[in-house]
């Protein structure tokens, strides 16, 4: 969080737009509010210091299998990074798919309620189809909101 807090800074002349999914999402949320900025969450996590109590103990990094443990520590950070309640929902765009078996996309429509919100009827957590919708995430992050042609978007 430190480097995108100094890249953020070292770029404050320019129009920054952050994009974030999964716990991406809950990053980007918390920097979007704490520096005025737009951002675009995918399939974000909703209070992932609760959400990820279960994981507590040993791990294994499906990718590397690397092990390693999980801890209070782990979750204390997230917490600190939680935002509750967003202060400007116009600033955010939200792209959900409800057959995210992860998390419970209904969690971000609470949380992210007045943004424009994207819900794909099925998909993964992984976002089946993203780059259909990167012509979205881009005029969104340039000021306008272009209509996805095979999702239902909500206000």
Not at 90 to 107: A, C, F, P, S, W
Request: charged letters at 20%; proline letters at 5%; one cysteine or more.
């Amino acid at each position: 969080m430190q480097t995108l807090e100094q890249e953020i800074t070292r770029q404050r002349t320019r129009n920054i737009a952050l994009v974030g999914s999964s716990l991406g999402g809950h990053y980007a949320t918390w920097l979007a509010e704490k520096y005025d900025l737009v951002a675009v969450l995918v399939n974000p996590a909703v209070n992932p210091h609760v959400a990820l109590t279960p994981c507590l103990g040993r791990q294994t990094n499906i990718y590397t299998g690397e092990r390693y443990r999980f801890t209070l520590r782990h979750l204390s950070e997230l917490e600190q990074y939680n935002v509750t309640a967003i202060s400007h929902p116009e600033r955010y765009l939200l792209l959900v798919q409800t057959g995210d078996k992860v998390l419970d996309y209904r969690h971000a429509l609470e949380k992210y309620r007045g943004a424009q919100q994207v819900v794909i009827e099925g998909g993964e957590h992984g976002f089946r189809n993203f780059f259909d919708y990167v012509p979205l995430i881009l005029g969104f992050a340039a000021g306008k909101l272009v209509q996805p042609a095979t999702a239902s978007p909500r206000v």
